[in-house]
């Protein structure tokens, strides 16, 4: 008993702490996904909160920001930004938001970090991807920001952002942001060889998938109030098409008739 009261004195005084600190949503989005994340972030911690503009805005046309995107990255350019409105000297807590690109934060986030003194900030990374880039672009983060403080962050695939409402409440919960607890998610089981059935469900959450995943050898399971959830470990080819091994997270949901979905991959 004395366990469960010390837990919850030790959640109300980070909760308590993150109050009193100002704190900014920051967010780059070209397509309106991270932008409705952002939002969302918003509703739910009643804070400031910015846009991040591109000067040159890109085009919103998938295949023509690639190749500018690639063009910019690799001649080591960086696309010019508005000016913020907002004085990050101001904020001790920005939540900085962007969509995933190559497996790292957008390019005006790249002239973000560049441009601006985050020293001594907390940086609470969120962002929206296709499959997967929260790990590495958190990385990418803690290296360009050495003397900022990456927190744990908060990611989504864009073809699933309606889930994000439940999800970030769960996270700013958990990580004392916002008031209120929830249960802890249980582990996922060891590893074991995945079945016929466990392969079938894989293949209906990642078949529609514009890219080969690839083929999962085994898998790790929990069941949580809503979902039952895999971990499957995945053999396939890297983007250089040599052999790689990924995580695959992979719900369904409890409801009658939900379909599996894949949540991200972890490369």
Request: with cysteine; net charge neutral; hydrophobic share 35%.
């Amino acid at each position: 008993m004395k366990k469960i009261f010390l837990l919850f004195a030790i959640m109300a005084s980070i909760t308590t702490s993150f109050a009193q600190k100002k704190t900014l949503i920051l967010y780059y989005s070209e397509t309106g996904t991270t932008k409705a994340v952002a939002e969302e972030l918003q509703k739910q911690l009643n804070v400031d909160i910015e846009g991040i503009e591109a000067v040159e805005p890109y085009s919103g046309n998938f295949q023509e920001t690639i190749q500018r995107g690639q063009r910019e990255m690799q001649n080591g350019e960086v696309p010019a930004i508005k000016p913020l409105k907002k004085n990050l000297a101001d904020y001790d807590i920005i939540f900085l938001g962007y969509p995933i690109w190559f497996g790292t934060y957008a390019m005006p986030i790249a002239t973000l970090v560049k441009e601006n003194n985050f020293e001594g900030k907390t940086i609470v990374p969120f962002c929206t991807f296709g499959s997967g880039g929260l790990n590495t672009s958190a990385d990418a983060l803690k290296k360009a920001l050495p003397k900022a403080s990456i927190k744990e962050g908060y990611g989504v695939r864009a073809a699933r952002v309606a889930a994000a409402e439940k999800e970030l409440e769960r996270f700013l919960k958990e990580n004392g942001y916002k008031e209120g607890t929830v249960a802890k998610l249980p582990d996922y089981s060891e590893q074991q060889l995945v079945t016929e059935a466990e392969k079938a469900i894989f293949d209906a959450a990642c078949s529609d998938y514009q890219f080969p995943l690839g083929t999962p050898s085994t898998v790790g399971k929990r069941q949580t109030e809503d979902s039952i959830d895999y971990k499957f470990i995945v053999k396939g080819k890297g983007f250089n098409g040599e052999e790689s091994i990924s995580t695959i997270y992979v719900t369904v949901g409890k409801e009658q008739g939900a379909k599996p979905e894949f949540t991200q991959v972890v490369r």
